[in-house]
């Protein structure tokens, strides 16, 4: 079993790493809207109410606030709740008990206690639910210290990352994607694949441009990576961050260095997106001195997400822009 | 000590139940109503039926075309809700305003949208309400009245006490209907907007369409009251009950009342009615949650049919004349369908319009 | 129609006020009462003066503090509000948890907390309770149950629920009281815990020390009913009163009700007590909102002397011993004091230590 | 009176912007916690109630998300309602209403109907009131399309901005900082002083570094600015951003441009700060060919605000701390 993998959707990925902390820790358990009988609204819960009751899948009302609010206060008194925020874009009702409270906690009281929590998120666009349901917000929370932040974007990530947010004692956010729930891949089996927080993921190895990203668009810079390879032989670095806080700062440098090109891209707004700050830390290191040019960026356009699939598609960096960005970066075309 | 407890909740449990008008109390009420029904005019009645087959109609039509792959997003569906819809907004008057949810298309179209652009609008197409911006979640009419649709639980609340409290500041006599689900009465919003309103004394009815679920989730299992009515007392202000939801007429004399209490300047008041919907949560749902019996019981109960046996059992329409207007209703909800799909996909600039005011 | 609505808003008042306990009936409780008083010791019943005088020369002390600038932070007194609190957590057991809000001090305090490290915390020393890090609004002590108090208003109602929980699922047989002001009865978050908390039927008591005041806004101008405890209805669960909560037994006795209630797996209570500030909001406050009439009517019915008065009284106590605590709360409050100042600043690397747990 | 101006707190100029603005259209009004006889938390709305009376300087209930809901249905619907946030750290229980409500509607209903609205926030530490009370999160906000953003830094600044907020038909944040309400200087008495939203302001020119700044920072910058021309002989440019939404980039890069070195100061958090937005515009744009050096920034640490005054004065950027990384950037020290 320890090395066996099986090909499996994201979905299955985050019920299997939520099932096996189940299994392993009796204080794990789930809590959200409709994650019982209805399986979760983007079907991450299938079968886990049969398997672990009432008591440990916990239906809510919509009521965001009381199940975030209750999920850190267990949290401090020795659970270790999931929450399934299901669209992100709910987790607005959710900020004081995330900011004000599961952040700060353990610094105002000098260090006491412990907040074991991860809030599920599924962030971005791409299903056709308009400017209030397509939301990638992990840039209010990066900014906020006491808070991880990951977005993992393959299915073994995903598993290895959820259940090492699980185990982590700190208020962990999580963003898995909407668009991405089928996605599918090669998965450990081993109930002990627990992947490190706070690590970057070189995912692919180059030496003419490092192009940074995680999360949803990983998938688009890998293919745009393998094509600009075999179209114009360009070898690129993939930098997948898959932790965005704390930032793994010196695989980021140490690969900027390396290619001396930088391409960042994520599907959240570009103004004020988690690009902007690894970009600006970036510019205000010591890998400044071997940049061949510019710090390119790309990101969703900062336009509320239309409705129209046609409009909502051209605002996230497509496999096309990517590659385009990178062949301007190397001077190619 | 715990009889005290024992006792206290069971007269609580007493009043929430008594507190508002008995069952026999209501009888007498709509008995005195019957009478006043026929005050609506032939024309009247009618158009309300036209915009309760135009809702079922449409949304059975675009329900086709999600299963055909047609639609590109996601919608919410008011099949077998139509009476609960337009009894209310049937019983507002010109300048009225109204907030709507996630499951607005009833409101929309007794709001007299017009159903192309609506269908244009779910389809996504340019010549949509929101030029393909919005979808079903978003579409509004604010020249109408209708201050849109809300993809967030409880999010329109907020605009509604908002939009009441202009009609007060301006004296303008208007009121706002805010239309909600049963699940939405959980959000904290709910509170806060319903206890500003009940201090302003703000002219804000809050409407409560219990369809007995929130998505899965059966509102019974959530609340730990009767009925989500019931909560007007913690605002001090009246709280109302429609018990058969599916009944247009119990709905529009419900509302009747209550929008000349709340335009007299008295504050807010809650309502819920109980209805039903046929259709998934949304465009995909497999429905284990309740049973082919239930959905069944309540198809029995279709508010369509019920109203047009009212209207000819009363001698108020022919069933030749309702027959017109289904009829009418189907032909009209197809031209908007083929309106829909003549229209031009939005530009990719327009994406980069609308976004702030000049 | 408006006649209907008038009944109901009648009935509604009349069911609020009395739906729970009428005065004589609470009367007759309380008398009842009267003969258990004595079932506590008198090592407790001098314990909870003592706990009443700590909070009192403790916050008074704070306050002269604050007016010689030496406070360089925000605080907040529970100066006339001793009983309210003490009252309360005398009546929970070991391992039972409260959470608190920014006024906490005398909730801090009833949990027993070392006032040396207190008073270092409020004075932002190394040695304080934080560290130096929390301050006056963020002091707790989790070993003793103490949650914490919060700087949000209603931001310890979640973690009260979430807590109540985690005992629930662990069987621990504990309960937690959630201490909040009568302002934070309009958050969102009140509905959302209070409702959350009465379908799982968690182990929980909310409890709204009501002072009459959010900082200057009376309650009453922003809440349409009498009494917050009212509200318990919208959520099926028992509301109770506590008229004088100045006085120390009544809030016990209640209290020894309510533990037991809840402890049995009956679900949450919601609890009111009627008290007052003698000092401003915080550490700066105009006081135009009130008048100093006011002010003095309530310092007369200051809650330590009518402790002592009762336990002299009833020869619970001697004045002498009564004395002896006072003096000895007197002297702890001045050690502490010491203590504070005598503490170093924190260091400045410490402010980049305990973000994370390990 | 046109070009009178008067010495006076940024306090006073809030009330008399405010005032001006309630005496000049009917539409404004004021609503918050406490804004009436206690004249607001911060005393920036004291003497308006005895002028403009309850129905519109109107005390609410402590309940941020009916406040903030209610402006924004007020705005939607012909008023121009004005919020006092009071401290800003509350706005947690406003973002539904602001970020997926306000900054949208107007855009998902096709470009129908506006939102005129301000959110004035008491932001920042200062003041001893530690994690929960000292958060200046304007970078939230710069992050969603659809809402505008202002920090103005001086009396008139503040008193020109905020009139073009009131004035303006979209949701403005507004952020005023708690340490700073004391602060004086010379304020236009001309009631239709108002200054352009989207505007850099160049609070002083200089040839040899730019220092991009707004709001709580700027005092300090011109203080670092002047300290360092007479010690050093250093001549710094101040480009006062004024508006983060929208940016002001033309400015930006031109100073940029001119200098080629560049230091950028807030006081929110530095991860994720709104600086590092700006820092990344400048490494992507053509400004970057101009840079003599790496991109340097100085913001408040990642921490949670400490209690105690001399941590809490740490964490934030002194004059000091910015003269060094002025004279780091020139090689001069
Ligand atoms: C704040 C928020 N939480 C959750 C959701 C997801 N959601 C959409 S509709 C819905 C159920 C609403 O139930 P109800 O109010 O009864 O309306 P119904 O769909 O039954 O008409 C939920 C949970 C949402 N849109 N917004
Ligand atoms: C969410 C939030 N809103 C506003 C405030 C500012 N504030 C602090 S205390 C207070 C009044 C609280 O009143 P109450 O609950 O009655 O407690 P009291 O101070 O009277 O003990 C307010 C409005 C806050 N801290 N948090
Ligand atoms: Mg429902
Ligand atoms: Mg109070």
């Known amino acids: ?41 983007f079907g991450t819960s299938v079968g886990m109410l049969e398997e672990f009751g009432k008591e440990r899948v916990r239906d809510t009302p919509i009521s965001e606030n009381a199940i975030s609010g209750c999920a850190i206060g267990a949290a401090m008194t020795g659970m270790r709740p999931i929450v399934d925020v299901t669209f992100m874009d709910f987790i607005v009702y959710m900020m004081d008990n995330i900011v004000n409270q599961a952040a700060k906690t353990r610094y105002m009281y000098g260090g006491k206690g412990q907040i074991p929590v991860v809030f599920r998120c599924a962030a ?81 190895e180059g030496t003419d441009v490092s192009v940074i990203t995680y999360g949803r668009m990983l998938e688009r810079v890998m293919q745009a990576a393998e094509e600009v390879h075999e179209s114009d032989g360009v070898n690129v670095e993939v930098v997948d961050l898959r932790t965005l806080a704390p930032l793994d700062k010196d695989a980021v440098l140490e690969s900027v260095k390396k290619t001396g090109r930088v391409l960042l891209v994520n599907d959240a707004h570009k103004t004020g997106g988690f690009i902007g700050e690894v970009a600006a830390m970036i510019a205000e290191s010591d890998a400044f001195d071997y940049l061949d040019g510019r710090i390119l960026r790309l990101a969703a356009d900062d336009i509320p997400t239309p409705y129209n699939h046609i409009l909502e598609k051209a605002m996230v960096p497509s496999v096309e822009r990517i590659k385009k960005y990178i062949l301007k970066l190397v001077n190619k075309r | 000590m715990s009889n005290n407890n024992a006792v206290q909740m069971l007269l609580c449990r007493i009043i929430l139940i008594y507190a508002f008008p008995t069952k026999i109390l209501r009888k007498l009420i709509m008995a ?104 079903s979640m978003h579409i509004a009419d604010l020249d109408k009245g209708n201050l849109g649709a809300n993809g967030i639980v409880g999010g329109g609340m907020g605009m509604a006490i908002g939009a009441a409290l202009t009609q007060k500041m301006k004296k303008t006599g208007k009121i706002v209907v805010c239309f909600f689900g049963d699940g939405a009465v959980n959000e904290g919003t709910f509170h806060e907007t319903m206890n ?63 929008v000349k209490y709340v335009r007299e300047g008295n504050g807010p008041v809650l309502v819920e009615s109980l209805t039903y919907r046929w259709y998934g949560h949304s465009t995909s749902d497999p429905g284990k949650y309740r049973t082919k019996a239930e959905v069944d019981e309540w198809k029995k109960k279709d508010p369509l049919v019920k109203y047009s046996k009212y209207l000819t059992d009363n001698k108020l329409a022919t069933q030749k004349e309702l027959d017109a207007i289904e009829k009418a209703s189907k032909e009209a909800v197809e031209e908007s369908v083929e309106f829909a799909f003549n229209s031009p996909e939005p530009s990719l600039e327009s994406a980069f319009e609308d976004i702030f005011a000049p």
């Open chain 2, 196 to 258: 500003l309103a009940s201090i302003w004394k703000l002219p804000v009815i809050f409407y409560s369409i219990n369809n007995m679920y929130g998505i899965s989730t059966p509102i019974s299992s959530v609340i730990n009251i009767d009925y989500n009515y019931q909560r007007a007392c913690a605002y001090g202000i009246p709280g109302h009950f429609i018990e058969d939801g599916n009944n247009v007429m119990d709905v529009y004399n419900k509302f009747e009342e209550l």
């Open chain 1, 124 to 204: 971005g666009s791409g299903v056709g639910s308009a400017a209030q349901h397509s939301q990638s917000l992990e840039a209010w929370f990066t900014h906020i210290p006491g808070i991880k932040v990951v977005a993992p974007g393959t299915p073994a990530d995903v598993k290895g990352i959820l259940k090492a947010a699980i185990r982590d004692n700190n208020p962990v956010i999580f963003l898995e994607y909407k668009a991405q729930f089928n996605m599918k891949g090669e998965v450990p089996l081993d109930p002990d694949f627990v992947l490190p927080l706070g690590k970057a993921d070189i995912k692919r």
């Open chain 2, 32 to 135: 005195k109503k019957k009478t006043s029904e026929t005050a609506l005019s032939k024309e009247k009645l009618l158009h309300m039926y036209k915009l309760m087959a135009d809702i079922r109609y449409f949304d059975n039509r675009v329900n086709q075309l999600v299963k055909k792959g047609k639609v590109p997003g996601m919608t919410h569906f008011s099949v077998g809700e139509e009476a609960a819809s337009v009894g209310a907004i049937a019983a507002i008057g010109e300048g009225d305003l109204i907030t709507s949810n996630h499951r607005g298309h009833g409101q929309t179209i007794a709001m007299e949208i017009d159903l192309n652009e609506m269908m244009a609008e779910i389809i996504g197409r340019a010549t949509g309400t929101c030029k393909g911006k919005g979808g």
């Open chain 1, 1 to 41: 079993m320890e090395n066996e993998t099986k090909l499996m959707s994201v979905r299955d990925a985050i019920i299997m790493a939520m099932s096996e902390e189940m299994r392993r820790d009796e204080s794990v358990f789930l809590m959200g809207e409709d994650v019982g009988i209805f399986g979760g609204d």
